[in-house]
């Protein structure tokens, strides 16, 4: 039996390692990535004149390459057989909400949702509200990874329960206590 713990220990310990490994290549990646894009002008790679499409979507790749590894991370460190809560699903589902978000608002002149969809315009134009688009999917995977971090992993409960129970002893507060008659209203 106890070489059967170690045995899952062991093999725990690797499946950490091996998701940690892949989440530093990701962030390598996504830091390439994000490098070509943004510095394209100093690299010499700038083929047209602004953010171009290729621009935005090595940007974007790299906005994935760092959401996928920053929750390889996440979930490295919690425990094997630990079941994911309602918090932590939600978590999820918000970071690949905000990552949609992302593409869609980066590549909304290509989808014709855009500020420039027309014809007249012969390429894309990446203008505030791509840009702001873009950073409230950051926000939103910001958020995610952070409720599916304190979401409980190594612990009974969430990290956030202080929540819950501070607002479950405000009402026990204003509650008369059990037993006690209410007064009647006069009429």
């Excluded at 949702?113 to 995977?141: C, D, E, K, M």
């Excluded at 009402?171 to 037993?179: L, M, N």
Aim: charged fraction near 10%; include cysteine.
């Amino acid at each position: 039996m106890s070489t059967l713990i170690g045995y899952q220990a062991m093999n725990q310990h690797f499946k950490n390692r091996i998701r940690l490994i892949v989440a530093l290549l990701l962030s390598l990646v996504g830091a390439v990535a994000l490098l070509v894009s943004l510095g394209a002008r100093a690299l010499g790679q700038d083929i047209t004149p602004g953010f171009g499409a290729w621009q935005m979507l090595f940007l974007l790749v790299g906005i994935t390459c760092f959401t996928v590894a920053g929750f390889l991370v996440l979930q490295s460190r919690r425990l094997p057989n630990a079941p994911r809560s309602l918090q932590a699903e939600i978590g999820v589902r918000l970071a690949a909400t905000g990552l949609v978000f992302a593409y869609v608002s980066g590549f909304a002149d290509l989808l014709s949702i855009g500020t420039h969809p027309h014809a007249n315009y012969p390429r894309p134009f990446v203008g505030w509200l791509q840009i702001s688009g873009i950073l409230l999917g950051i926000l939103s995977i910001l958020v995610g990874m952070l409720l599916y971090h304190t979401s409980r992993g190594r612990r009974p409960a969430s990290s956030l329960e202080f929540l819950i129970a501070n607002g479950q002893a405000e009402a026990r507060q204003a509650a008369p206590p059990a037993g006690t008659e209410t007064p009647a209203l006069e009429e």
